[in-house]
């Protein structure tokens, strides 16, 4: 009898830890999938870190284009 209810309760024991797993393994794909969508977002709404220099306005320096090979 002993061998019995020592085996269900093995049996729990061994059930329980495959639910603590999958529930484990469920919140760490949540968390990756998250976190991968995440380095894709934050640098779209994060400010700019561009470097310009703050020249303004430039002048055209060049040539105009003929009528010619202008295109219509």
Do not use: W
Request: net charge neutral.
């Amino acid at each position: 009898m002993n061998s019995v209810i020592r085996t269900i309760s093995e049996e729990k024991v061994m059930s329980a830890t495959k639910i603590s797993q999958s529930i484990r393994f469920l919140l760490n794909a949540i968390q990756e999938t998250a976190q991968y969508i995440l380095e894709a977002v934050i640098p779209i709404f994060s400010p700019t870190d561009d470097h310009y220099p703050a020249t303004g306005l430039q002048p055209f320096t060049g040539e105009p284009a003929d009528k010619k090979t202008r295109r219509a």
